[in-house]
Protein backbone atom coordinates (compact mmCIF):
# COMPACT_ATOMS: atom_id res chain seq x y z
CA UNK A 1 0.00 0.00 0.00
CA UNK A 2 1.29 3.35 -1.13
CA UNK A 3 0.46 6.25 0.79
CA UNK A 4 1.53 9.92 -0.28
CA UNK A 5 1.01 12.87 2.73
CA UNK A 6 1.11 16.57 1.47
CA UNK A 7 2.11 19.81 3.72
CA UNK A 8 2.31 22.87 3.82
CA UNK A 9 -0.70 24.81 2.08
CA UNK A 10 -2.21 27.53 3.86
CA UNK A 11 -3.99 31.04 3.40
CA UNK A 12 -1.50 33.99 1.91
CA UNK A 13 -2.14 37.46 0.17
CA UNK A 14 -1.17 37.45 -3.55
CA UNK A 15 2.80 37.68 -4.09
CA UNK A 16 3.81 35.07 -0.87
CA UNK A 17 5.49 32.34 -1.53
CA UNK A 18 4.16 28.83 -0.05
CA UNK A 19 6.07 25.44 -0.21
CA UNK A 20 4.18 21.98 -0.34
CA UNK A 21 5.50 18.88 0.24
CA UNK A 22 4.60 15.65 0.11
CA UNK A 23 6.09 12.08 0.86
CA UNK A 24 6.34 8.68 -0.21
CA UNK A 25 5.86 5.81 2.16
CA UNK A 26 4.98 2.11 1.02
CA UNK A 27 6.80 -1.31 1.18
CA UNK A 28 9.02 -1.62 -1.44
CA UNK A 29 7.78 1.39 -3.11
CA UNK A 30 10.09 3.15 -5.95
CA UNK A 31 8.80 6.49 -7.45
CA UNK A 32 9.43 7.00 -11.27
CA UNK A 33 8.26 10.05 -11.06
CA UNK A 34 6.30 12.72 -8.62
CA UNK A 35 4.11 15.79 -9.35
CA UNK A 36 1.25 18.00 -8.31
CA UNK A 37 -2.14 18.36 -9.85
CA UNK A 38 -4.86 20.91 -8.46
CA UNK A 39 -8.71 21.39 -8.53
CA UNK A 40 -10.98 24.16 -8.19
CA UNK A 41 -14.28 23.48 -7.26
CA UNK A 42 -16.71 22.31 -10.12
CA UNK A 43 -13.44 21.91 -12.57
CA UNK A 44 -11.12 19.24 -13.54
CA UNK A 45 -8.13 17.99 -11.87
CA UNK A 46 -5.35 19.98 -13.68
CA UNK A 47 -1.66 19.23 -14.27
CA UNK A 48 1.22 21.67 -12.57
CA UNK A 49 4.38 19.79 -12.65
CA UNK A 50 6.01 17.14 -12.18
CA UNK A 51 9.74 15.52 -11.73
CA UNK A 52 10.77 12.19 -12.54
CA UNK A 53 13.60 10.75 -10.47
CA UNK A 54 16.20 9.06 -13.02
CA UNK A 55 17.90 12.46 -13.94
CA UNK A 56 15.30 14.43 -12.24
CA UNK A 57 13.60 16.18 -15.34
CA UNK A 58 10.99 18.64 -14.68
CA UNK A 59 7.61 19.49 -16.63
CA UNK A 60 5.46 22.63 -15.40
CA UNK A 61 2.36 23.83 -16.99
CA UNK A 62 2.22 26.87 -18.43
CA UNK A 63 0.44 28.84 -15.78
CA UNK A 64 2.70 28.23 -13.27
CA UNK A 65 6.15 28.11 -15.17
CA UNK A 66 8.67 30.73 -13.82
CA UNK A 67 6.69 31.15 -10.72
CA UNK A 68 6.92 27.57 -9.45
CA UNK A 69 10.26 25.00 -9.00
CA UNK A 70 9.62 21.42 -7.92
CA UNK A 71 12.48 19.31 -6.54
CA UNK A 72 13.23 16.33 -4.76
CA UNK A 73 14.46 14.77 -1.78
CA UNK A 74 15.75 11.29 -3.53
CA UNK A 75 16.26 9.11 -0.87
CA UNK A 76 13.03 10.46 1.31
CA UNK A 77 10.75 9.86 -1.63
CA UNK A 78 9.88 13.48 -1.03
CA UNK A 79 8.71 15.87 -3.63
CA UNK A 80 8.65 19.82 -3.02
CA UNK A 81 6.97 22.39 -4.87
CA UNK A 82 7.75 25.77 -3.92
CA UNK A 83 5.43 28.28 -5.32
CA UNK A 84 6.79 32.37 -5.47
CA UNK A 85 4.46 35.26 -6.77
CA UNK A 86 1.37 33.50 -5.67
CA UNK A 87 -1.90 35.04 -7.48
CA UNK A 88 -5.52 34.10 -6.40
CA UNK A 89 -6.04 31.88 -9.56
CA UNK A 90 -3.52 29.74 -7.49
CA UNK A 91 -6.02 28.91 -4.98
CA UNK A 92 -6.99 25.50 -5.35
CA UNK A 93 -6.63 21.95 -3.57
CA UNK A 94 -3.19 20.72 -4.50
CA UNK A 95 -3.00 16.68 -4.76
CA UNK A 96 0.20 14.80 -4.84
CA UNK A 97 0.75 12.33 -7.40
CA UNK A 98 3.15 9.34 -7.85
CA UNK A 99 4.12 7.11 -10.51
CA UNK A 100 5.63 3.91 -9.54
CA UNK A 101 8.67 2.48 -11.03
CA UNK A 102 8.33 -0.99 -12.53
CA UNK A 103 4.79 -1.51 -12.65
CA UNK A 104 3.84 1.77 -13.24
CA UNK A 105 0.85 2.67 -10.81
CA UNK A 106 -0.09 5.90 -9.90
CA UNK A 107 -1.25 6.68 -6.69
CA UNK A 108 -2.60 10.18 -4.91
CA UNK A 109 -2.62 12.22 -1.79
CA UNK A 110 -5.63 13.41 -0.28
CA UNK A 111 -5.25 16.91 -0.98
CA UNK A 112 -3.81 20.34 0.42
CA UNK A 113 -5.51 23.69 0.14
CA UNK A 114 -4.16 26.96 -0.66
CA UNK A 115 -6.21 29.86 -0.81
CA UNK A 116 -4.59 33.55 -2.35
CA UNK A 117 -6.39 36.47 -1.10
CA UNK A 118 -6.21 40.16 -2.87
Known amino acids: QVELVESGGGLVQVGASLRLACTAS????????MGWFRQTPGAEREFVSL????????NYSDSVRGRFTISRHRVQNTAYLQMNSLKPEDSAVYYC???????????WGKGTLVTVSS
Open 51 to 58: IRWPGSHT
Open 97 to 107: WAKAAGWGSEH
Open 26 to 33: GRKFSPYA
